[in-house]
């Protein structure tokens, strides 16, 4: 065994096992990785200690390495080795995020959940225009033929971590602050307010699956992580539907957290 393994971190080979060598090496690595023995951030052994270790070519490892990473739970740093991704920082509560009390304090819900992971927000690639609505977004907004479309991403530390789009019925949103690239203190949602639509609730539709070229890209997505993929309805107090948003999260920066009723 190498010298620079600490004993019990990793066991042995199975040699009686059907299960090939190099997905019996990131079951271990994977395991030490669950039970804390490699934490956020901290490097995996190098390619030449787990040769040492398990007495197995440079190319095994690599293939381990490959799981891994595919799986999302490790990332490579050209000429500095493998390490272990950190895990979701923001919490997104969803009974939390909406409050009015943060609307009021002048806070958009990606502040909110920022504050709360102890991190700095940023949006950017903001594009606001007026288009015809899709199919799908004009049915959800009660058969509108043309919306405001909000595109932004928001990113935390610096690191993208969601891309979203807001559409927006025009005889609602033409010609005020929703228009404007800054919507000013609480985001639309205050804005939407002051315009006399009181919001009432919110519809959630939430899945997840693997992105797209392009949301790999705008994401800078490592390999294997998925996406979560929300469209959110929000109605005002008359019932009508006056904003839907359509959200790309990078699944490995959010836990969804949700309280529901006993009844």
């Known amino acids: 065994m190498s010298p620079s ?30 039970r804390g023995r490699f934490r956020e951030g901290e490097k995996l052994p190098s390619e030449a200690e787990l040769v040492e270790h398990y007495g197995v070519s440079r190319m095994t490892v690599r293939n381990s390495f490959s799981i891994l990473q595919g799986e999302g739970l ?43 992971a102890g991190g700095h927000p940023q949006v950017d690639s903001l594009e606001v225009k007026e288009e015809k609505a899709s199919p799908d977004i004009s049915t959800r907004l009660g058969s509108v033929r043309r919306v405001l479309a909000r595109r932004r991403r928001y990113l935390l ?13 025009l005889d609602i949103a033409r010609g005020t602050q929703i228009a404007e690239p800054n919507p000013g203190p609480g985001g639309i949602y205050a804005r939407l307010e ?13 899945r997840a699956r693997m992105p797209s070229p392009d ?19 929000a109605f005002d107090a008359e019932g009508r539907p006056v904003e839907v948003c ?15 009723p006993a009844t």
């Open 5 to 34: 393994l600490p004993s019990g971190i990793l066991g042995d080979l199975d040699p009686t096992s059907d299960r090939a060598v190099f997905r019996q090496i990131a079951d271990q690595l994977r395991e030490a990785i669950d």
């Open 74 to 116: 490790v990332h490579a740093e050209h000429g500095k080795g493998v390490f272990v991704r950190p895990r979701p920082p923001v919490r997104r509560l969803a009974s939390y995020r909406f409050a009015r009390r943060h609307r009021e304090q002048g806070k958009s819900a990606f502040i909110v959940e920022a504050d709360a």
């Open 157 to 169: 530390d610096g690191r993208p971590v969601e891309f979203a789009t807001s559409y927006l019925p």
């Open 194 to 206: 002051e315009l006399g639509h009181r919001l009432d609730h919110f519809e959630e539709e939430i």
């Open 215 to 233: 949301e790999v890209k705008t994401l800078r997505l490592a390999s294997g992580v998925p996406v979560i993929h929300l469209i959110r309805t």
């Open 246 to 260: 359509d959200t790309v999260m990078a699944a490995d920066a959010y836990v969804l957290s949700y309280q529901l």
